[in-house]
Each structure stands twice: as structure tokens, then as C-alpha cells.
């Protein structure tokens, strides 16, 4: 079974996309990458203060973007006792960055 947390920082819980769109999506993504084992991932949906701060710790780039991804089986795996998901890592989505695109590339925001 695969367990995906969304979570929101600095955004509106009815601001969109949805949650029950955003496990669509990841599901849907899993699905088509042939991932059939269970698996964990973390989505955090934020603002573009929050992802500034992201994107220039981890990555040394002091402004906003899209999105961050965080990989927990880059390089060395850890290696988890049998019965437990694999722990794919984590996604961090910027809302404002989104909409601005979206409205740059007349797209709908998904909701």
C-alpha cells in the first residue's frame, strides 16, 4: 500500500490542488513508473517564502522556484527491515509559483 502525506506551510487548507487531487497525481505517477511495492512520500505544499528558504539551503540558489525534491534512495539506500514501504522521499511544491506559471502558460491551477 502506498501512504502519501500532504501537508501545507503558509497556505490555505482550501486553497488548491486539492489533497485527494495531489494522491491522484502521485499515484497515478507511481503507476505509470512500474512502482508496485509499498511506498511512503511526503508532499508539503507552501509559498514562495518558504520554498526561497528551502532552495537556498539545500541547493545554494537564493530565490524562489517550482518545486523541490528530496530523494531518499540517491547514493547509499537504507536498508529497511522486511514488512516496511520504501521511503521514496519528499516533494515541495510552491502554490504561488504554480499559479504564476499557470497564468503565465494560460493553464487552469489544478484543483
Known amino acids: 500500500m502506498t501512504e502519501i502525506c500532504v501537508s501545507r506551510d503558509g497556505v490555505e487548507e482550501e486553497e488548491p490542488p486539492s489533497t485527494p487531487w495531489v494522491e491522484r497525481v502521485i499515484h497515478r505517477t507511481l503507476e505509470v513508473a512500474g512502482c508496485?511495492?509499498?511506498?511512503?512520500?511526503?508532499v508539503l505544499l507552501t509559498?514562495?517564502?518558504?520554498?526561497?528558504?528551502?532552495?537556498?539551503?539545500?541547493?545554494g540558489f537564493d530565490?524562489?522556484?517550482?518545486?523541490?525534491?528530496?530523494?531518499?534512495?540517491?547514493?547509499?539506500?537504507?536498508?529497511?527491515?522486511?514488512?516496511?514501504?520504501?521511503?521514496?522521499?519528499?516533494?515541495?511544491?510552491?502554490?504561488?509559483?504554480?499559479?504564476?506559471?499557470?497564468?503565465?502558460?494560460d493553464r487552469p491551477v489544478p484543483q
Open 63 to 105: 530565490k524562489p522556484t517550482d518545486v523541490l525534491s528530496f530523494a531518499l534512495e540517491e547514493g547509499e539506500s537504507v536498508v529497511l527491515p522486511p514488512g516496511f514501504p520504501r521511503m521514496l522521499g519528499d516533494i515541495v511544491v510552491s502554490l504561488e509559483t504554480v499559479a504564476r506559471q499557470a497564468g503565465e502558460h
Open 36 to 42: 508496485r511495492e509499498a511506498c511512503e512520500v511526503s
Open 47 to 59: 509559498n514562495d517564502l518558504k520554498i526561497h528558504e528551502l532552495n537556498r539551503d539545500y541547493r
